[in-house]
């Protein structure tokens, strides 16, 4: 009898390759490779069947720490490329790392697009509001007045919402987390990991050198309680540093709105209860900005759709289905041929 | 048998023809393109050699009667094996006055015009720019004129089938078809066939358009038409035995690029993004799924490029596919391809620029683009097709060297040879030697950057095998390790290999070839790509009357044949053609020193024979 040794569980330093790390002491990718690392471990994923693909930024170095199977490409058409590698092999489980120029700028449009087709991958988008690898230029998310190299008198473009985008695209899967919490960003990858599908993770992540404490407002521990909501399915909208406060929907306006719970004459009934299905819910939990609304973190929006390379599969297999004998030289031959013997006298064959 | 409503093939005494020239021209929604390919099936079916040439306007339905709205097709039949769409048309089918208008220069003096005289109304006149009815005014003398009101024939024609008058209307495209047919004796058949497959589900359309077919036939046959006008014969063309068909060179580089992936043992993933006039590839693999081919039509021509380079790094062949502007917008993907030794196909249908240029038009103005145009040292291999059929092994041939080498291939073909169409004896796909490809799968070996000795390529490794686990990027990478590099001497070390890996695909390709003439003497016309028809005629006539010139074509343009520098050195004079401002030119004297001189020409149509012919004849007489 012979007995299959179980591979031993790969633990998260499994995935750490012997390259040293390249960012700055201090940066937010730091927290976030380790989230990363952790996440597969708990998934138990195998290393050879995992890929991490990236465009160029700080972000896009993380594939060379991670010892699977990794593809450091150009500015910002990761997207592209892993929708090459899900349509050759769409058994393989593909990461995007990314950043927020090289997705909501340069590759803004493969960002769309591999949202609106569903290709079964998983995004992760570093965002820092700033340009790091080429020296602090305002970024497509940075604010309004943002200060920089290229806008000596601050920026006066309003910026983008990574998640609002995201929505827009018709993504079926959009999450929100921090670099520096390292227990809730692993649970958000790894419910990014377990839906099939376009699944887009928007990690804030401090930039320590160009843009150091941009998220503070609401990531600082001190104001964290009252500035941060974390959504889950089914469960009403509390936060607050003793939970007194909640989201409720003012039907009047049609807009969120702030309450205190047990004032006025509200109660938990009055809050409104997180329903990640709810796409209109989460374009507006995503468009809750700090000072006057907490930010929304968690699942914001997860509702499974058949996947892209899943339809191109399926079409194949019916194509080759339809016709089993699949002889290239029926290509050659297909519609009119005519054929010359040593007479040159011309025939034309019956089909 | 013709069909039950018609008449048998009327004995008449037909005059033998070598080879005829015929332009169909109407406006663009005559339906000139089908009737034209219609034509040139029952051509090949009649056993002529031929060649076809579309030449329609960039606007999809440009406003009717206007002269930018006219669309053309010409065919050249022979008798004789040909090579080119023939210069000046000797018959002008003109379906309105703007058709007349554009294309009446070219008719050769002495040739048949057939026009629909139900066309000729004022407002059309004034829309073609005519301030006198050509029919009437003598602009004509110099030809042979078949002035009838097709359109009224047409309307008699299908009146049982109780169509619409524009619907009527529409059928007319094929009783003009129905009396050339009649005039150079060709058999209905082939598209009565086509038309009842194509309106199946219409029948009244099929059964209007037969008629109407019928019915030009039969006013050959009964017009009595006058002794110059006659009817005419050309004898079928003395072709080898086999099995035949009509081909385009975008059909030929879609079934030349699922054979090489199938001699390669890999699936196919095609990616690409709409333009003209490379469009039609596109179309032609999505309807191949079977055969294992992906087809992803992109976002963008980045996006394309991209998922092409996906696709192979995950194991299948990616191909992506443009025209010259789309092909720049893939140069920054291309480069990744070359750093990251991943091979990619990358097909350029050729158009007249820059910019959007003419988009309809044929050029051969891509090549520096093809070898040079990218960022920083970066080869790869360029091949060039040089007729619709030619596709078809250049397409293989591009297949087994990216496989090979781990490197881009650039296919050139051009708007000319991907819409233009001749007889092509059909091979069978056992006569093909497979190479397939292999993937490193032993873990000893695993070195994603080590080098197959003699081939100077990197082993190719699927994600997915275990233990294989690896890196790769756009960064620089160490010669030995793989990993990123910085270091100074090893990019010099890196930037000598990739050039090293190109310069040995040329002890893999055949040694260049003389298509006609002696090997070395006073002339060699060098060409490449869809000037071969042109150039091959010009060179044959030159000879046929004396004339000591040679031809020399390349299919292989980077890197260059081993023996073409001194090939070149043989001839005193050496003279290349091409439909550029003298690209091919400069990179023959920028690698040989060489004397080759230019012959340039961007019309946007192809040369004509004569137009090489006499400058062959101008320096051999001097």
């Known amino acids: 009898m012979t007995v299959v040794a179980l591979p031993e569980k790969l633990k998260a330093k499994d995935f750490a390759t012997d390259q040293e790390i390249r960012w700055c002491p201090g940066c937010g990718d730091y927290a976030i490779v380790k989230a990363v690392r952790n996440a597969l471990a708990e998934l138990e994923v195998s290393k050879e069947n995992t890929v991490f693909v990236s465009g160029i930024g700080c972000a896009a170095r993380l594939p060379y720490y991670m010892a699977t199977y990794g593809f450091h490409t150009i500015h910002g058409r990761a997207p592209a490329i892993a929708t090459g590698i899900k349509l050759a092999n769409p058994e393989l489980d593909v990461w995007i790392a990314t950043g927020d120029g090289d997705s909501l700028s340069i590759g803004g449009n493969h960002l769309l697009h591999v949202l609106r087709r569903n290709v079964n991958l998983q995004i992760l988008l570093f965002n820092n509001e700033i340009y790091g690898l080429t020296k602090g230029q305002y970024s497509p998310t940075s604010r309004l007045g943002t200060h920089s190299p290229s806008t000596p008198l601050g920026s006066v473009e309003r910026p983008v919402s990574a998640a609002a985008f995201a929505l827009g695209a018709g993504a079926q899967f959009v999450a929100r987390s921090i670099d520096t919490l390292q227990t809730h960003l692993p649970k958000m990858l790894v419910r990014a990991h377990d839906h ?156 | 048998m013709e069909g039950p409503a018609a008449p048998a093939q009327a004995e008449v005494p037909r005059k033998a023809l070598d080879a005829v020239v015929i332009r169909f021209a109407g406006d663009s929604g005559d339906g000139i393109q089908l009737t034209g390919g219609q034509f040139a099936q029952a051509t090949a079916l009649a056993g002529n050699d031929l060649q076809t040439f579309p030449d329609f306007p960039a606007e999809i339905r440009a406003p009717t009667g206007t002269k930018f709205g006219v669309s053309a097709f010409q065919i050249n039949f022979s008798a004789k094996p040909t090579r080119t769409s023939g210069d000046e048309p000797d018959v002008l089918v003109a379906l309105n006055p703007a058709a007349l208008a554009v294309n009446l220069d070219e008719l050769t003096p002495g040739g048949l015009v057939i026009v629909d005289a139900g066309t000729f109304s004022a407002r059309n006149l004034e829309k073609a720019g005519y301030t006198s009815n050509p029919l009437e005014d003598g602009s004509l003398a110099k030809y042979r004129k078949l002035a009838i009101d097709i359109s009224k024939m047409t309307l008699a024609a299908v009146e049982n089938q109780k169509l619409s008058q524009k619907e009527a209307l529409r059928c007319k495209n094929m009783w003009t078809l129905g009396l050339v047919f009649w005039l150079y004796g060709r058999r209905r058949k082939s598209t009565t066939d086509w038309l009842e497959a194509h309106f199946k589900h219409k029948p009244e359309l099929a059964a209007a358009n037969i008629a109407a077919l019928n019915a030009g036939h039969a006013f050959g046959e009964t017009a009595e038409l006058s002794n110059d006008i006659g009817a005419y014969q050309v004898p079928s063309a003395e072709l080898p035995v086999g099995t035949y068909r009509n081909i385009t060179g975008t059909e030929a580089l879609a079934w030349g690029l699922v054979t090489g992936t199938h001699l390669a043992k890999i699936k196919m993933v095609f990616c690409s993004y709409p333009i003209t006039p490379a469009s039609g590839l596109l179309h032609s693999l999505a309807r191949l799924k079977e055969y294992d081919v992906v087809t992803f039509q992109a976002e963008d021509e980045i996006a394309a490029a991209c998922a092409a380079i996906g696709a192979s790094y995950a194991g299948s062949l990616g191909v992506t596919s443009s025209s010259g502007p789309g092909i720049a917008l893939k140069t920054e ?159 010099q070390r890196m930037t000598n290999l990739r050039f090293g890996k190109i310069d040995g695909v040329a002890n893999d390709i055949p040694l ?111």
């Not at chain 1, 007194?244 to 409104?272: H, M, P, Q, W």
């Not at chain 2, 190479?435 to 197959?452: E, G, S």
């Not at chain 2, 002339?523 to 000591?548: C, K, M, Q, Y």
């Open chain 2, 512 to 622: 260049q070839d003389v298509e006609q003439g002696a090997i070395t003497g006073k002339l060699a016309v060098v060409g490449w790509g869809s000037t071969f028809g042109p150039i091959s005629h010009a060179v044959s006539n030159a000879r046929a009357d004396g004339i000591e010139v040679s031809h020399i074509h390349l299919r292989h343009i980077w890197p260059l044949p081993h023996n073409l520098g001194g090939l070149l050195a043989g001839f005193e004079q050496v003279l290349v053609p091409e439909m550029n401002h003298g690209q091919l030119v400069t990179l023959l004297r920028s690698q040989y020193l060489s004397h080759a001189e230019s012959l340039s020409k961007v019309t946007g149509k192809p040369f004509t024979v004569h137009e090489i012919e006499d400058e062959i004849r101008l320096r051999m007489e001097a």
């Open chain 2, 333 to 491: 993907a291309i480069g990744l391809a070359i750093a990251t030794e991943l091979p990619i196909v990358i097909v350029n249908s050729q158009r007249a620029g820059p910019s959007t240029g003419l988009p309809t038009k044929t050029e051969q103005s891509d090549l520096y683009q093809a070898v040079f145009g990218r960022n920083a040292d970066s080869p790869l291999v360029v091949l060039a097709a040089n007729s619709p059929s030619d596709c078809f092994e250049v397409a293989i041939e591009a297949v087994r060297l990216a496989t090979k080498y781990m490197t881009p291939v650039i296919i050139l073909s051009d708007s000319y040879i991907a819409n233009a169409s001749e007889p092509w004896h059909i091979p069978a796909i056992d006569q093909f030697a497979h190479f397939p490809v292999r993937f490193l799968t032993d873990k000893a070996t695993c070195k994603p950057f080590a080098r197959d000795t003699q081939t100077l390529a990197r082993p190719w490794i699927k994600p997915g095998t275990p233990n294989m686990e690896h890196r790769i990027g756009g960064l620089e990478k160490d010669y030995d390790t793989g990993h990123i590099s910085y270091d100074a001497e090893n990019h």
């Open chain 1, 196 to 351: 099939r599908g376009a699944s887009f993770v928007e990690i804030f992540q401090n930039c320590i050198v160009y843009n150091d404490g941009v998220f503070s407002d609401f990531t600082a521990k001190d104001v964290a309680a009252e500035r941060q909501i974390h959504l889950e399915h089914g469960k009403p909208m509390f936060f607050g540093a003793d939970s007194s406060k909640g989201i409720r929907f003012n039907a009047e306006k049609f807009e969120l709105e702030v309450v205190e719970v047990g004032t006025g004459g509200i109660e938990e009934k009055d809050l409104l209860v997180h329903d990640e299905t709810n796409r209109s819910l989460a374009g507006m939990l995503a468009a809750m900005e700090s000072p006057g609304f907490p930010t929304a973190l968690g699942v914001l929006f997860c509702r499974p759709a058949p996947t892209y390379e899943q339809a191109v599969g399926e079409q194949i297999e019916k194509a080759k289905a339809s016709n089993k004998k699949r002889d290239l030289n029926a290509v050659l031959h297909h519609g009119y041929t005519w054929s010359i013997d040593s007479e040159h006298h011309i025939d034309t064959p019956a089909k």
